[in-house]
């Protein structure tokens, strides 16, 4: 663990549902900001001071200590305008509410997802565009006042297979206030858009294309890589896809063995169809992780298209916590909705 991911662990870790998920390496280099230099030698608790913005800040999603504190520190481009700000949502309903077991709609999809051509590649360059929503507290260092916000994202990332380059931008929209202290939640995009660029900025790739194994078994072994653990867990296994999902496209053989592989989990529960914030129609999959929450549960759940097979959302929802929480649970904590990924010729192309 380096020095910029143990502040982050130490600053809030306290309060952070997912302070057993390590940091991936795109958001811990995104995080390198001043509050977290200055916290690095800190005890949890302990306060920062900053010349502008003299407040703390913790993110209740998956992994989510770096991927909020990263909308803090580097800019982004390309503002588009986004549906994803405004009060915290509802988890997504299903139809019908009861859960059932998942073998055979997974085995289904996995068949489908199979039987799709293999599109060529334009290129060598990975291209995933996000829609990101977290549920974030801030709280002040003079004051103490806490406040609760959502900060709402745009995310697009390139990296290269050849590991020689990449490039992300996002286009923060404004951070919503919902209760608390107004004025440092207010102050999370201040600073205005920002990018990443090369190699240094964390944006190596996992997973080379033919490096992810399509056989279920060995998948299963693979995936926690991500996350450099030994656990198979199926909760970890869905940290893992959530993971994998953003950094680059998977081929239908991939998704066929991803979806074999969670075919084979009796803690993987089919909750029925829905419909994400992108109005999409899919099959929506959950399962509980008690691992990334001290005193609590979340369900962490991911949507796949029933015509392909592959990934259109994921979202972690706080079932359970001991922590304080601005609204009534379950809340969802994150979401993602995967607009776009697909393989490009060269950096800073869009398909």
């Not at 910029?4 to 302070?19: F, S, Y």
Request: proline share 8%; hydrophobic share 40%; with cysteine.
């Amino acid at each position: 663990m380096n020095t910029d991911e143990r502040a982050v662990r130490d600053l809030l870790a306290p309060l952070d549902p997912a302070a057993a998920v390590r940091v991936d390496a795109d958001q811990r280099a995104r995080a390198r900001v001043d509050a977290l230099a200055m916290g690095g030698a800190r005890t949890p608790g302990a306060r920062i001071g900053a010349s502008k913005a003299r407040w703390r800040l913790a993110a209740l999603g998956a992994a989510a200590c770096a991927a909020a504190l990263a909308m803090i520190g580097v800019l982004a481009v390309n503002p588009a305008d986004s549906a994803y700000a405004g009060p915290p949502p509802a988890p997504l309903s299903v139809t019908p509410a009861n859960l059932e077991g998942a073998r055979e709609e997974l085995l289904a999809l996995a068949e489908t997802a199979e039987a799709r051509p293999e599109p060529a590649p334009a290129g060598d360059v990975a291209y995933v565009r996000t829609a990101q929503w977290t549920l974030t507290w801030v709280q002040d260092a003079d004051t103490d006042e806490f406040g609760w916000g959502i900060a709402p994202v745009d995310h697009q990332v390139w990296r290269s297979a050849s590991q020689d380059a990449g490039y992300s931008v996002e286009a923060p929209q404004p951070a919503e206030h919902l209760s608390g202290d107004a004025d440092p939640v207010l102050s999370l995009f201040e600073q205005g858009p920002s990018e990443s660029d090369g190699m240094d900025e964390g944006l190596a790739m996992t997973w080379e294309p033919g490096e992810l194994a399509t056989d279920p078994g060995a998948l299963e072994a693979q995936l926690p890589e991500i996350w450099d653990t030994d656990s198979t867990s199926t909760a970890t296994l869905f940290s893992a896809l959530q993971e994998l999902y953003g950094e680059r496209p998977v081929t239908p053989a991939e998704q066929g063995a991803v979806l074999r592989m969670l075919a084979g989990r009796d803690d993987v529960r089919f909750a029925g169809e829905a419909t994400d914030r992108e109005g999409r129609s899919g099959l929506l999959f959950l399962t509980e992780d008690t691992e990334s929450v001290e005193g609590g549960l979340l369900q962490r759940r991911v949507m796949f298209a029933p015509d392909t097979g592959m990934p259109l959302y994921h979202e972690t929802v706080l079932m359970e916590s001991d922590a304080p929480t601005p609204g009534e649970l379950p809340q969802v904590n994150n979401y993602t909705v995967l607009v776009a990924s697909a393989w490009v010729a060269e950096v800073k192309q869009i398909p």
